[in-house]
């Protein structure tokens, strides 16, 4: 089975959307990515024994259970308020009870490593420009983290969030590294999209699309003007080989940008 490198998922007739699984035409990404549609008052349960699971609220209002907590998170949607999420070990259950219709992401990925289960809030993970000023301005974007190396070393996940303005890229300059990468995408209008590269290839971007990017290719975005562009980001960790913020390899080719004038 050719591994792919783009997808554009639907949701199935119980709500779940399958992005990559360790075995489907995604299984280089080496993570099982779902997002699932819940209505009000529905509930689901993760626990997987030689998995972690992240799961992450995208919009709605939900109760959140793991062990030693049950918290309430609401998130308008994605474009106008910071991420709540909640980071397991293997074997360890969340709980997710939707109070109005909602929308999660899980992320899971093998790991037998022990580590605290932890509720990420809006404010542990701010928004922060990233390229302000820089390249006459059209690379600004917003970025979080949720969680990497540094915040949870026994990991073999990273998770964070990117908001693009309207028109800009992101990515940028174009970059790689070893550890394969997936964005999972939105837009504030239905019509919204934009350019996702991979290597050489391109792809239109839509709401609810995939980039599922191998380690070491080259992997710019850009939002078409006028559309806010949000790309959840999941990176996972190679044996022995850590994703780091400072892994980020720029391509030669295009660094004199960073002493140009605009």
Known sequence: MESKVFGYPSFDLGGEM??????????????????YSMKRGSVRHFVREQEEIAVLLLSGKVELSFPGASVRASRKDVFTQGPWAVHVPCGKEISVRALDDSEILVQCTHNDAEFTCRLHRPEDAPWKYSCKGKFGGTAQRRVNTIFDHDIEPRSNM?????????????????????????????????????????????????????????????????????????????????????????????????????????
């Not at 399958?18 to 080496?30: F, G, P, Q, S, V």
């Not at 940028?172 to 350019?195: I, N, S, V």
């Not at 609810?208 to 380690?215: D, E, K, T, W, Y």
């Not at 939002?223 to 720029?250: K, S």
């Open 158 to 262: 990273v998770l964070g969030e990117v908001l693009n303005d309207r028109g800009n890229w992101s990515g940028y300059l174009p970059h790689r590294h070893p550890q394969p990468e997936t964005y999972f995408f939105k837009f504030d209008r239905e019509e919204g999209f934009g350019a996702s590269f991979v290597g050489d290839k391109v792809f239109k971007s839509v709401n609810n699309s995939f980039s599922a990017i191998p380690g070491g290719e080259l992997h710019p975005q850009a939002a078409a003007p006028g559309f806010l562009m949000y790309t959840c980001w999941m990176i996972r960790h190679l044996p022995g080989n850590p994703w780091l913020q400072t892994d980020r390899v720029e391509d030669p080719r295009y660094q004199w940008m960073h002493n140009a004038k605009f």
């Open 18 to 35: 399958i992005l990559t699984t360790y075995d489907n035409e995604y299984r280089a990404m080496m993570m099982d990515i779902r997002v």
